[in-house]
């Protein structure tokens, strides 16, 4: 029997609970005695309340309280920033005043016996507001450098950097580029939206909640409450779906608690489809301007990146939108700059490869046109501008697989018989397109804790706080503790999802299997080294049986200088076919290749999972994801999923090939794993792009490409 389990695509161990239905997410944990909750929403951008009338919610059936500013009990709002809120700025504080901030705020929420109930008290409530004008479109704003600098990768990273002179060296260059970028607003449509239940016990709370971070839960509403973070309890053992959405503590928790405590019994929130475009936070509306000068032989001379993005006026969001143009060509002349532009919106948040794939968009795109305006084949171009160090850090990579991602996704796509005169490749009436692009995203790694406990009977229980949104944490680190101990996988159980377990990292920016499974490798490895030498033999099973009673062993992770040494980042390259109808401008996606350098990959089956979803992702930001937002009044008109379109199965493409390229790398980590989740994404919406360019001759430069910017 093998107990090389790392490297090899196991099935879920959590799948047959998911597909029999015995998964249970935030909302389906029903306490005794729960009551409902719902939230009445703002429907101005900007202003206060002048009046409310809660009355005739109050008499209606079921209705145990309308809570309201006027009534609220004023919570302690202590200071608490985690690594996933914005630095700069202040949260919501719910139903605290009558101060009006955004579209879509929470200003009342009413608790019944029943969801229905309390959905159909909510719609009593009547409001009036002294509105003011407010600041809705990020055109109208002029956009500002944020107040602090951006962490990246554990360093500040300051807003505006230069190297070189590249407005001179732009200047100067035979061949140049420059155009401006678009990418709307996109919202987080995960499966599961989001839900909390509350319960308090005296002074003590537990919340099942979806969250990306239980501690950090635990953490933000003992803040909120000014209660310490000791007395309360976040169970969430599975997630279904979040792609960021779920990092920060968002108000519905604060209110779903704060219900609870006026009702005096649990009460259960859950946010509806709606909702989640008013109470999660999304991906930034952005606006690039990219210019690109360049020899004639496609030496790079000159790179300017200058993007914004949008933010609310209470805290200042900035993602990491110009970063990848610092590092991923080699250019002696580089100037980037991001701004924010302050708006009465709610916040952004992170969403899948936040910052990267909306920067990549925009620079792979300026690649593609030089490479045009060039006549060189667009890969060639990236193979002669290829970096032999991080020229913004002055570090030497990690490790660098871009010209095997390269060669490996060319050839497995066939890119040599493309014909690259736009419109000429057809298949019947279908205007035929193929386009690449690169990608990239950090290598993150963050402290991390794991408990392994080896019991008599041979078997291993492994914790830690750990979370599972769907690329696989389960599974992983059940193989993890399996190989490092030794034993058959069935005979190890992994659990997380729970505050009364070791404390984990946020599971964001693709950290996880870097971070938890380091600490897991590193727990495993004492208990076992312990049993065995305890027991005095040298099969663990034996051990155990001699010791006769459980062995545990606990172990801290984080990482060490090696940030300091190396610049640590995975990269990838993507390659399109697309096939557009000249005459409804309609684009269907047909193939996408991805080669990827990420490290070791623990699991091959849920990793190219990973990039399965990535690509799908990045189907969507490049051919339908938008949200319209009304500059009248911040409402966004299309927030559900009739008319904010998502892709489907029928969306999918024919071919969805994953490659990972053999990659060692002893710096990164214990394990040497990079992550790939938000790696896939990058890089997809500009190789669709680039494609549609080679179909149809028509560059389009602001996302979605929707069939009128074809016609």
Not at 122 to 131: K, Q
Not at 201 to 227: M, P, S
Not at 475 to 498: H, N, W, Y
Request: aromatic fraction near 6%.
């Amino acid at each position: 029997m093998t107990t090389a389990f790392i490297g090899q695509p196991i099935s879920r161990v959590d799948g047959r609970q998911k597909v029999t239905g015995g998964a249970t997410y935030a909302a389906e944990f029903d306490v005794r005695g729960q009551a409902h909750a719902a939230i009445v929403r703002s429907t101005v951008a900007k202003g206060r309340i002048a009046s409310i009338d809660s009355a005739a919610a109050e008499r209606a059936p079921g209705v145990i309280a309308v809570v309201t500013h006027r009534n609220a009990p004023r919570l302690a709002y202590r200071a608490h920033k985690a690594v996933v809120d914005p630095d700069v700025g202040e949260r919501l504080h719910v139903l605290q005043d009558d101060r009006v901030s955004h579209q879509g705020q929470p200003i009342a929420l009413v608790v019944a016996d029943t969801l229905e109930e309390a959905s159909h008290a909510a719609t009593l409530v009547r409001v009036t507001y002294a509105a003011e004008t407010a600041a809705t479109e990020v055109t109208r704003v002029e956009p500002v450098l944020p107040t602090r600098q951006q962490m990246d990768q554990g360093e500040r990273r300051p807003p505006e950097t230069r190297r070189g002179d590249a407005e001179r060296a732009l200047a100067a260059a035979a061949v140049k580029v420059e155009q401006t970028y678009v990418i709307p607003r996109e919202n987080h449509n995960p499966i599961e939206m989001h839900a909390t239940i509350a319960a308090w016990e005296g002074e003590r709370l537990t919340l099942w909640d979806k969250t990306q971070w239980v501690h950090n839960a635990a953490d933000e509403i003992a803040a909120v409450f000014g209660i310490s973070a000791e007395n309360i309890r976040v169970i969430s053992p599975f997630v279904g779906g979040a792609f960021g959405s779920g990092l920060r503590t968002w108000p519905h928790v604060t209110l779903a608690a704060l219900g609870a405590r006026v009702a005096g019994r649990p009460v259960k929130l859950m946010l509806s489809r709606r909702e989640m475009f008013y109470g999660v936070g999304y991906r930034p509306h952005t606006v690039q301007r990219v210019a690109l000068g360049a020899s004639r032989d496609g030496r790079l001379a000159a790179i300017v990146h200058d993007g914004f993005q949008e933010t609310s006026t209470y805290e200042e969001f900035s993602e990491s939108l110009v970063n990848a143009s610092r590092f991923l060509h080699s250019c002696p002349n580089v100037y980037t700059r991001h701004r924010i532009a302050p708006m009465n919106v709610h916040t952004p948040t992170y969403m899948r490869a936040p910052g990267e794939s909306s920067g990549i968009f925009a620079i792979e795109s300026a690649m593609d046109e030089l490479a045009v305006a060039l006549n060189v084949d667009p890969v060639e171009l990236r193979l002669r501008n290829e970096p032999q160090q991080d020229e913004f850090t002055k570090l030497p990579f990690s490790s660098r697989s871009t010209r095997e991602c390269y060669r490996v996704a060319a050839d497995r796509f066939g890119w040599s018989k493309r014909n690259p005169k736009p419109r000429s490749m057809r298949d019947g009436r279908w205007l035929i397109g193929w386009g690449m692009a690169s990608a990239t995203y950090p290598m993150n790694y963050a402290p991390a804790s794991a408990m392994a406990r080896l019991l008599p009977d041979g078997t291993a229980e492994v914790t830690s706080a750990a979370s599972d949104m769907g690329p696989g944490t389960w599974t992983s680190m059940t193989q993890v503790a399996a190989e490092t101990l030794g034993l058959p996988i069935e005979r190890v159980k992994f659990s997380l999802g729970d505050t009364r377990l070791p404390k984990a990292p946020v599971h964001g920016g693709s950290l996880t299997m870097a971070s938890v499974g380091s600490a897991v490798q590193a727990a495993c490895r004492k208990a076992r080294e312990d049993a065995l030498a305890r027991g005095g033999a040298n099969d663990l099973a034996d051990a155990m049986r001699r010791i006769g009673q459980p062995v545990e062993a606990s172990a801290d992770v984080k990482p060490g200088d090696e940030g300091k040494r190396f610049s640590m980042h995975a990269f990838g390259a993507v390659f399109v076919e697309v096939a557009v109808d000249p005459d409804l401008g309609q684009t269907r996606v047909r193939r996408i290749v991805g080669a990827y350098g990420a490290g070791r990959i623990v699991n091959p089956k849920t990793a190219r999972s990973q990039c399965i979803g990535g690509m799908i992702g990045g189907i969507g930001m490049a051919l339908m994801e938008h949200s319209v937002v009304d500059g009248r009044n911040g409402r966004v008109t299309n927030a559900n999923f009739a008319e904010y379109a998502v892709p489907v199965h029928a969306d999918a493409p024919q071919v969805m090939d994953v490659t990972f390229v053999d990659e060692h790398d002893s710096h990164v980590n214990p394990l040497g794993v990079k992550g790939v989740a938000e790696l896939a994404m990058v890089g997809v919406a500009p190789a669709i792009a680039n494609a549609i360019f080679h179909a149809t001759g028509k560059r389009i430069r602001a996302l979605p490409v929707t069939p009128d910017k074809l016609l």
